[in-house]
């Protein structure tokens, strides 16, 4: 719907339009005699329910937290894999230190689960449990896993249970003070694994060194990696970012006559698998209690799904340049600021045919079919400054197809009802050295917004048009 309508003046306008052809692209010089005017239009919309996202995020979470305002609870956990250095060395097999039987072991192994941050109470105790992965069904690399996989099918089925139970707390109270606050501690989950796991591996070490040979074959002959899991508890989540597995050993130096302890270090890093199983509770009962307004929701949660009035914005314009495309979403406070739940700070916008096949095929934002914003917390907005090619590429799109499948654009609208639909997706970005974004993933920490809209209020997008005379 288009609200209201207003000329400013002639200018002597100098851009790139954004319209179904070329012909008007290039410098407008001074004798270009250009008509500006605005105009408003309404556009609707809506939440969906996100029934899963792509988990392939650099970080894993772990931890349940109860969403204040769903009364859902967010259960998250992972599994990681471990990498070895290629073609690894453990010191001559007469060099290792053996037990009174004359057989190597190892001294000790751990788990050192390292964490960006926290939500909740870091205090809060949380039961996890440990397993072992199956070296003969191993996570791949060439597939593509969505945050409800079922991660328990990777588990080793000849164990006989968990490895490890454990009592953790964001807050390692094993440590001083003045240890916690130090420069050079990291915050992180220490998990001591049995000692049997650590003779196991150094052992498949002098059976075969080619185990060792790469990371790919020490996951699927060695080590497989691990499952962990939230057993019990609630209130605090942990945003992972890398682990590592310690094995400590004894070998000796001839020369010297001396022990030393040596210790092996096995990184769970992006470079080999982390995945992330998010359960998030019956969302859609929510969204349809509160159509009042609209939601993003983290991880895993709930999105917002725009309809662009595309058909309104060429009434009467068919011969007319769009200069801008632009909208502003206005959030509302929160009504739960102490919940720990944070305000999504990047927005994905794409066309809802593509919210799947934008991660999957590892897409960044092309300014055409997609844009990213940022939040703006001192105005409390999410504003799109210029989308102008999104809504001519609509446009043609619809014209195109219709005319090449011979049928009207308005048949071919209805049978294709998502032509003209974009859905705002919170993710997370990397750059590189430049500032160009390189890669874009879901948010999969814990997030909230609630945005104006939803039924019967629209958001207005302000539209610049340009005319020759």
């Given at each position: ?59 894993s ?17 992972f ?13 001559d ?57 079922d ?37 992180n ?15 498949k ?62 990184a ?16 859609q ?45 206005y ?25 799947y096949?934008?991660?999957e ?10 844009y ?26 619809k ?13 071919w ?57």
């Open positions: 719907m288009k609200i209201r309508n207003s000329f400013i003046a002639a200018l002597g306008l100098c851009g790139v339009a954004c319209d179904d052809t070329t012909d008007t692209i290039g410098i407008f010089t001074d004798s270009d005699n250009i008509n500006a005017s605005t105009s408003v239009y309404e556009a609707s919309t809506r939440s969906i329910v996100a029934d899963s996202v792509l988990s392939n995020s650099n970080s979470y772990l931890g349940r937290m109860t969403d204040p305002e769903t009364h859902q609870q967010i259960n998250a956990e599994l990681a894999q471990f990498s070895t250095l290629e073609d690894y060395e453990f010191p097999y007469d060099l290792m230190v053996k037990n009174g039987q004359g057989e190597i072991e190892a001294d000790s192994i751990e788990i050192r689960l390292y964490y960006e941050k926290y939500y909740g109470d870091d205090n809060n105790p949380m039961k996890m449990e440990v397993y072992e992965l199956d070296t003969t069904h191993v996570i791949r690399e060439d597939t593509t896993y969505y945050s409800n996989a991660l328990a099918q990777y588990i080793n089925p000849q164990a006989a249970g968990p490895l490890v139970r454990k009592i953790i707390t964001a807050k390692d109270f094993t440590l001083s003070d003045d240890e916690l606050e130090s420069d050079s501690y990291t915050p989950i220490r998990i001591v694994l049995p000692k049997e796991y650590g003779t196991f591996i150094i052992r070490y002098y059976e075969n060194k080619d185990f060792f040979k790469n990371s790919y074959n020490f996951i699927r002959h060695v080590c497989p990696g691990f499952y962990f899991r939230t057993a019990d508890g609630d209130g605090t989540m942990l945003k992972m970012r890398v682990g590592a597995m310690n094995l400590f050993f004894r070998y000796k130096d001839p020369e010297k006559d001396t022990v030393y302890v040596g210790m092996s270090r096995f769970a890093t992006p470079e080999v698998l982390q995945n992330t199983h998010i359960e998030n509770g019956n969302l009962e929510f969204v349809d209690r509160n159509p009042q307004c609209t939601y993003l929701k983290t991880p895993a949660g709930i999105f917002t799904e725009m309809t662009l009035p595309v058909d309104d914005i060429y009434e009467g314009h068919q011969n007319d340049s769009i200069n801008q495309a632009q909208f502003t979403l959030r509302y406070n929160a009504t739960h600021p102490e919940s720990g739940f944070e305000t999504p700070q990047t927005l994905l916008l794409v066309r809802k045919q593509d919210m096949s934008f991660f095929e590892g897409n960044v934002p092309d300014e055409k079919t997609s990213i914003t940022s939040f703006n917390s001192s105005y409390n907005t999410y504003t799109f400054s210029n989308i102008c090619n999104l809504v001519a590429y609509c446009r043609r799109e014209n195109q197809e219709a005319a090449k499948n011979g049928m009207s654009p308005d048949e609208a209805r049978l294709n009802p998502d032509w003209n639909k974009i859905v705002l997706i919170p993710v997370e970005t990397n750059e590189d050295n430049s500032n160009n974004i390189v890669s874009v993933t879901h948010d999969m920490g814990l997030g909230n917004a609630r945005l104006a809209g939803g039924e019967g209020q629209a958001i207005q997008m302000q539209i610049i048009y340009s005319t020759f005379e």
